[in-house]
Structure formats: C-alpha cells, structure tokens
C-alpha cells in the first residue's frame, strides 16, 4: 500500500499538471470506486468546478477544488495517470476526468480498493475520514512530550503496533515504522509505555529523517507503486532492514531477522534493538 512519501510524490506530480483545469466531463466506468453519492449525482457536482491545487493529509489525496474537496484514497494500488490529449481508457481505468483543455487525468485501480468521495470545505476535517487522523510526524505541535503521553497510555502496546496506529501518529506504515526503530536502535516489541522522553524524541526525530528522505527518493517501490510519470520510487535501494532478512546489518555485520509482530512482517536488527 502506498504509504506517506509514495502519496506526498504522487501529489506534487500532480499538482502542476492539474492546477488551474476545469473538469468538462467525468466519466465513471466503476461506480465501486465513488463514496457518499450516487455516481451521476457526483459526477454532476464536479463538471465545472476547477481544480485549484492538489493537497495531502496522511495518506488521503485531497484534491482542492473551486467548492470544496475530492477526497481520493489510493488504498493497494490505486494509480494516477495524466494524459495531454486524449486516449481510449485502458483496462482497470475506472474513472476518467475530462478538462476544458483537452487533457484527461485517469484514475486506474486493478484491485478496486481505493475511493474518491467530496466534502465542502466546512466538513473537510471534522467528518470522517480525516477527522479520525492524528498530527503528522512534521506537524510542528508533535513533540517529545506529546508523543510521550499518548504512549504512555498504551500500557503493554508494542512500539511498533503504536507507530502505526494513524489516531496516534499519521503517516508511518510497515516500511518506515522498521526503518525508524532500527535508527533509533529500538526493538519494534518494546512495550511503548516504556519508552524514556529521551528515546521517544529519538524516534520522532528518526521518523522525520526517514520520511524526508523516501520523499526525496520518490517514495519506495516494493511490488507494483509508480508515481503518475510511471516511475518507480528508489528509497527501497537504502533500506537497512525492511525486506533485508538474512541480509548483514549495516552497523554490526550480523543478519536481520524477521518476525510477526500484530499481524504484520517485521524486520530488524536483533544485536543492535535489544
């Protein structure tokens, strides 16, 4: 699944294709894909409106337009595709946005997972889904003692089932939770709550660093993610243990492990996060 980095790529690809275009026409091959209306009612609510700039809240794509939000979701492998003139949809398209221009932008889905639903700008952040999210890593208001305390309330939770958790802190998953315990040298079953403030900011300061960094490689690339240029990230080419196991560490020389951990794969070092 797409995590923070691949949208926040996927949103600046975007942004200076689609900013300023009018949406002529909306044509919806699956209607699985559009939420809270029905499709001809959505589709009639977006012909005319512009698309001012594209915006990212966690994982959610939050297209701004004249009156109010288009709120997509990627989910597994949900796909943006610009298109300066226009083309026949290819298979697994199932939305197509047309513009006063010329140009299309086709949203493509193989497992028909992601969504696209509109708020106005007055319920954008205080309905769901976005209401449910927590602050980001970057937002100035998450601190050592902030993170702190909501960790401290999670008695026996392991770390890194508590990265995870978005009503706690937005915008880690699997990939950038092992690589940010492994540069803070914390074991991913660490109970949370016994995390020191002093580790705490470690981990903070780690998962910044680590997001920073996949946004600047374009995100990662596991199985089938590309950006709407049809690139794949790089960030996977520097990861120290996610998908490393059996691979030597990069500071000790011995093999990463994996285990499960909350259902998900887990990989880390076993020398270096005692």
């Given at each position: ?20 275009k009018t949406i002529q026409d909306v044509n919806v091959r699956d209607a699985k894909i559009i939420r809270g209306h029905e499709a001809d009612v959505w ?232």
């Amino acid at each position: 699944m797409p995590e923070l980095p691949e949208v926040e790529t996927v949103c600046r690809r975007l942004r200076p294709f689609v900013s300023g275009k009018t949406i002529q026409d909306v044509n919806v091959r699956d209607a699985k894909i559009i939420r809270g209306h029905e499709a001809d009612v959505w589709v009639q609510q977006l012909i005319g409106e512009t698309m001012v700039d594209v915006e990212r809240r966690g994982k959610f794509i939050l297209f701004k337009l004249t009156n109010g939000y288009l709120v997509s979701h990627l989910r597994m492998e949900g796909k943006f595709f610009p298109h300066s003139e226009a083309v026949d949809p290819v298979k697994h398209t199932h939305v197509v946005f047309t513009f006063t221009d010329g140009t299309s932008l086709h949203y493509n889905d193989v497992r028909k997972f992601g969504t696209m639903e509109l708020r106005t700008n007055d319920e954008l952040f205080v309905t769901p889904p976005l209401s449910l999210l927590a602050l980001e890593p970057f937002d100035p208001e998450v601190t050592a003692e902030t993170l702190h305390a909501r960790l401290n309330r999670m008695n026996v939770r392991a770390i890194k089932t508590a990265l995870l958790d978005q009503s706690i802190f937005v915008g880690l998953g699997n990939i950038y939770v092992d690589e940010t315990l492994f540069r803070a040298r914390i074991h991913p079953t660490r109970p949370a709550a016994s995390l020191s403030l002093t580790e705490v900011e470690t981990v903070r300061q780690e998962a910044v660093a680590v997001l920073l960094e996949a946004i600047e490689r374009g995100g990662s690339t596991i199985r089938s993610y590309t950006n709407p240029d049809g690139a794949a990230g790089t960030f996977q080419e520097t990861l120290y243990v996610y998908g490393q196991t059996g691979e030597p560490c990069h500071n000790c020389g011995r093999p990463i492990e994996k285990m499960k951990l909350g259902g998900r794969g887990t990989h880390y070092c076993p020398h270096c996060q005692q």
